[in-house]
């Protein structure tokens, strides 16, 4: 064969080198099974058959660590683990899908997670990690970034039509003097400004609304930003399976092929460093996609194609290899239109470049399909056909390039055995000196991860489509923060969905068990305060982490995961897709900075009547307010204590029994009544970072509506002695409601046996006045400047 | 029989979802329509009664915004579009279409002349992308058929990266002596000269505008409908009522 590899005769070291030198991030066991299995066939390996192998084997492809044996000691006592992604994830899920019959539509085994919808339509969901590419050219990675999920969704199922976007950042302290920023890295605030442009420019171009997100800086993630992309799709049921069939041609509908992106998926499982190129960054072209998206979705309807899925990590080889990999297949490399000459088969094979999607049509619809393609200007190429030979065939000009069967393609390759290891720490309650509240709760309002995103969230379309319910930024100035943002796809019914995500990564510093209680928490928190409920509720996990090697790094993980699946089942709630991205670790100078490990719950939640919405922002005065959940003493990775240096403290726990209770009466609280002065509950805002105080701050100022409260009335663990712990605490499954005053008996019957507390009223004026624990009042703020606070750091 | 619309769209458009349901929700019969096929001849403008030309990035607005749509329309499909016009049918332009409109002079298309660029919608003032809701007012004096009636304030969302309108002094007097100035901002978001939101034809047939009435068709759109009674007309409805009542 040709471009043969010297390989089986290849001792260790050797074997490790090759892998290096071909950026191929296979290990010595996978390179070594690889070795025999060429022994056994008598012959070399061809260059693009170890490409496909590794594109294949990627940990990016196949999750390698989340389906690892794991040797894992906590506090000495030791575990075996066979797969966190089975004993965890996929069980939270087929316990809760036991108790939803029929939500589930397809979990885990597409580009995207399904759920029911209505009668007629399913929901898809995907979020992607776009991580590398950011650091490197934070315009292009977030552009390729939010291109690669959203053909995610079009390529789940039959096709699902992308309705949403939502986009969580976490980048370095975006005020950090220049010449402090290390050599080889950009600037954390030119990273989110390229970034939020990237975003900008490809979704709003290709029409989708986007409609939530969150931003967090923190000086870890200074060498390696995360970019999380996520898209929601609406399929027409009956759409969610597909299969190629034997005689099927593989055609290439969209973008041409060029050199940018190659390896791509290998490239994501490697450390970066001072030296790391950016021409695996792959280039970025929404209008090239928008017309593919088009023309898919009429095909779709038409009946046009029997599979479909896109290009993306490892390019063809991952497309054509998954769509084949039950039928075998037969690829004619140099039919792929080019971007320009002289690519070798190898890179035409594995490039990652963007705005293509790979379908597999039936001879009988082939001109059909391709003069619908070339009506609008979207070239489609056939460059093979499925053929059930079990051998993935590759050719070039007639000559055979590569051979490989599907099954050791698929099926090959060593489960990796890892080790993990976790101490837990005492945590202590720690007691803080009460200052000045006021200036406390401005700074709080102030600190970035916090404080508004209006300057980014108005760059972003998310009116685009016409669905638009509950809008990312709400109140009597349309200014103030939304909790999930509701979109209603299907213009002339009233189904809707609610999308929200919870994110706090440092609470993973002192336990991620607790770290992925309180995601989980949040994103739940937030669809429920819009007028959501557990039933419809989907969730996706997306794990971005240092080295998995490490086995402190694995232990986190480990603890992590447990959190989810103990939180997941406490509600019920499955997981449907996920995403995981290792190795988020920076070498300077010899010495590795890793990223916080940090969970991405992201959360849909099918409403059947989306008029059932809600707002945060206080409403009416005379109102009453009310804290629905239990607050404790959790000051420990808190925002309070991160603006004021302290180490100490407990990190807020969830309260498994009790949260879900407070949750289904309040969700019941909300569902009552029609037009607005019907309705029991007028306002609803999680109780997140900042806690109480941060919480009814931003409830005051976004409806611009005064009010007064008590600290000594919330409901809360006997020992506080201390205002700033009630009001700063970041206690979990908490909410600040406002009650319409005559509705109180109505709301207290519903919330009967839950944890309530009637804390104040919505007042005349323009202030928000706390009364402490004394009975003295210890915060007086103008409502305008705290919002003036709120809205100052990120004006840019 | 329903009076029938035609959603032109091509690659980059992203509006037609919307649009095409409002279309169908005030009584028209609506299609959406790839320009190729007009070019090619595969469908007729003529079979329409109103040309809508929604929002989105035609062509990824890459030589400036709508620029190669207003190329195609004027170039390719020669004189339907005028034609179209004269024949005493009714255009919209929203956001992106407007934007066309302005490009291949279809608006103001004084004299009767639909093929000379007059005025441009250009960067907003703040250099990039705003998505917002406004607020905007008719001060059309009768000529615009889509504003008859209208004396209350619109409010819809503005999603838009080049919607400041520009002309020469002379141009904007025309415009406000031959009552073709039909919308402006009650506050201005994007530095438009005189806060100019839409503009019509001579004939009153002919309107582009910057908002997106069309994305305010339900009370459940609005930002303040949890705070407010706000009836399920919603303001946004109003500009494609009076274009289906001029059929009737």
């Known amino acids: 064969m040709k471009n043969e590899i010297k390989f089986i005769g290849l001792g260790e070291k050797e074997l490790e080198t090759l892998s290096k030198d071909m950026l191929l991030s296979l290990n010595l066991k996978e390179m070594k099974e690889i070795q025999e299995h060429y022994k056994n066939l008598g012959r070399e390996p061809a260059q693009i058959e170890l490409e496909t192998l590794a594109q294949t084997w990627s940990e990016h492809c196949k999750h390698k660590v989340f389906n690892a044996l794991i040797d894992y000691v906590e506090d000495g006592k030791v575990e075996k683990i066979d797969s966190l992604f089975r004993s965890y994830i996929v069980k939270a899920t087929d316990e809760a899908g036991k108790k939803k019959k029929d939500f589930l539509v397809s979990v885990f085994s597409d580009n995207a997670g399904i759920v029911k919808f209505n009668d007629e339509f399913n929901i898809a969901f995907k979020v992607e990690t776009h991580n590398h590419p950011s650091a490197l050219d934070p315009y292009g990675g977030a552009n390729t970034g939010i291109g690669g999920v959203i053909r995610d969704v079009l390529g789940c199922g039959l096709g699902a039509k992308p309705i949403a976007n939502t986009d969580i950042f976490c980048f370095g302290e975006f005020d950090m003097p220049a010449k402090d920023v290390p050599k080889g890295i950009l600037h954390p605030k030119r990273i989110a400004k390229g970034v939020r442009a990237g975003v900008r420019d490809y979704g709003n171009r290709m029409g989708i609304p986007t409609v939530n997100g969150a931003i967090l800086f923190e000086e870890r993630y200074l060498g390696n930003p995360l970019v999380f992309c996520g898209t929601v799709g609406i399929i027409p049921k009956g759409m969610e399976t597909k299969a190629a069939k034997d005689g099927d041609l593989i055609i290439s509908v969209g973008g041409k092929t060029g050199r940018d992106g190659i390896h791509g998926a290998t490239f994501s499982s490697i450390e970066l460093d001072e030296s790391t190129s950016a021409a695996a960054v792959q280039i970025g072209n929404a209008i090239e996609e928008k017309k593919v998206l088009d023309v898919i979705l009429q095909a779709r309807d038409r009946g046009l194609y029997t599979a479909i899925t896109d290009c993306g990590a490892g390019g063809f080889s991952s497309a054509v290899g998954e769509m084949g990999e039950e039928l075998g297949a037969e690829v004619h490399l140099e039919k792929a239109p080019l971007k320009y000459e002289g690519l070798a088969p190898w890179e035409i094979w594995v490039s990652e470049a963007q705005e293509r999607m790979v379908l597999s049509v039936p001879p009988k619809h082939e001109k059909e399909f391709i003069e619908l393609c070339a009506n609008e200007d979207v070239e489609a190429t056939v460059i093979g056909e499925f053929v059930k030979t079990g051998m993935l065939k590759l050719l070039y000009n007639g000559e055979i390039v590569g051979d490989l069967e599907m099954d050791f393609l698929h099926n090959g390759g060593p489960r990796r055995e890892l080790k993990a290891k976790w101490e837990n720490k005492k945590e202590e309650k720690i007691s803080i000196k009460t200052g000045n509240l006021g200036e406390d709760l401005r700074k709080l309002l102030s600190h970035p991860n916090i404080a508004s995103k209006e300057s980014t969230i108005r760059q972003y379309d998310h009116e685009v489509q016409g669905g638009s319910i509950i809008k990312p930024l709400v109140g009597a100035e349309n200014d103030g923060p939304g909790d999930a943002a509701i979109v209603r796809p299907l213009l002339d019914k009233n189904d809707g969905v609610a999308i929200a995500n919870g994110i706090n990564p440092m609470y993973g510093d002192i336990d991620p068990y607790w770290m992925a209680a309180s995601a989980v928490d949040e994103a739940v928190r937030n669809i429920i305060s819009v007028g959501g409920n557990l039933e419809g509720i989907a969730l996706l996990d997306n794990f971005c982490w240092g080295n998995p090697e490490k086995e402190d790094k694995l232990g986190e993980l480990v603890r992590t995961v447990k959190g989810c699946y103990d939180t997941a089942t406490a509600y019920d709630l499955p997981f449907i897709s996920g995403k995981d991205s290792f190795y988020n670790e920076f070498i300077l100078k010899g010495k590795t900075i890793a990223i916080p490990g940090t969970l991405l719950i992201s959360a849909i939640g099918v409403m059947k009547d989306c008029r059932k919405r809600i707002s945060m922002d206080l409403k009416e005065e005379g109102n009453l307010i009310y804290v629905v959940g239990k607050t404790f003493n959790e000051m420990g990775a808190g925002h309070f204590a991160l603006l004021n240096g302290i180490k100490e403290g407990a990190v807020p726990k969830v309260r498994f029994k009790e949260a879900r209770k407070n949750f289904e009466s309040l969700v019941k609280a909300i569902a009552v009544g029609g037009k607005n002065d019907e309705r029991i509950v007028r306002a609803c805002h999680d109780c997140s970072e900042g806690g109480l105080g941060v919480a009814i701050a931003e409830m005051a100022f976004a409806g611009m509506k005064s009010a007064e409260i008590e600290l000594g009335k919330v409901l809360q663990e006997e020992e506080i002695k201390e205002d700033a712990v009630i009001l700063f605490s970041e206690s979990n499954s908490r909410f600040v409601v406002e009650v319409n005053a005559g509705k109180k008996k109505e709301f207290e019957e519903i919330m009967k046996g839950c944890e309530i507390s009637e804390i104040g009223e919505v007042s005349g004026g323009n202030e928000l006045a706390i009364k402490g624990l004394s009975g003295k009042e210890i915060v007086k703020e103008n409502l305008s400047e705290l919002k003036e606070s709120w809205k100052k750091t990120l004006r840019w | ?248």
């Open chain 2, 1 to 248: 029989m329903k009076p029938k619309a035609i959603v032109l769209r091509t690659a980059g458009t992203n509006c037609e979802y919307e649009t095409n349901h409002v279309l169908k929700m005030v009584g028209f019969d609506a299609d959406n329509v790839h320009i190729n096929e007009l070019i090619r001849g595969d469908k007729k403008l003529l079979d329409y009664q109103m040309l809508v030309i929604p929002g989105g990035f035609s062509h990824g607005d890459y030589l400036g915004s709508a620029k190669i749509l207003a190329n195609k329309m004027t170039y390719k499909l020669g004189n339907d579009i005028p034609e179209f016009i004269e024949k005493g049918n009714l255009v919209l332009g929203i956001c992106n279409g407007f934007q066309a409109l302005v490009k291949s002079g279809i608006l103001p298309g004084f004299g009767g002349n639909y093929k000379k660029q007059e005025t441009t919608l250009t960067m907003n003032d703040s250099g990039h992308f705003q998505d917002e809701w406004i607020e905007m007012k008719n001060v059309n004096k009768g000529k615009c058929i889509f504003t008859k009636d209208i004396d209350f304030i619109i409010p819809c969302p503005i999603n838009h990266g080049e919607g400041k309108f520009v002309a020469p002094k002379e141009i904007m007097g025309k415009l406000k002596s031959n009552d073709q100035v039909v919308f402006k901002y009650v506050k201005n978001p994007n530095g438009s000269y005189e806060d100019i939101a839409g503009i019509c034809d001579e004939s009153g047939r002919v309107l582009g505008l910057m908002p997106h009435p069309e994305k305010y068709f339900t009370h459940l759109n609005s930002p303040q409908s949890t705070r407010t009674e706000i009836s399920n007309e919603a303001a946004g409805l109003a500009i494609f009522r009076n274009a289906f009542g001029y059929f009737k």
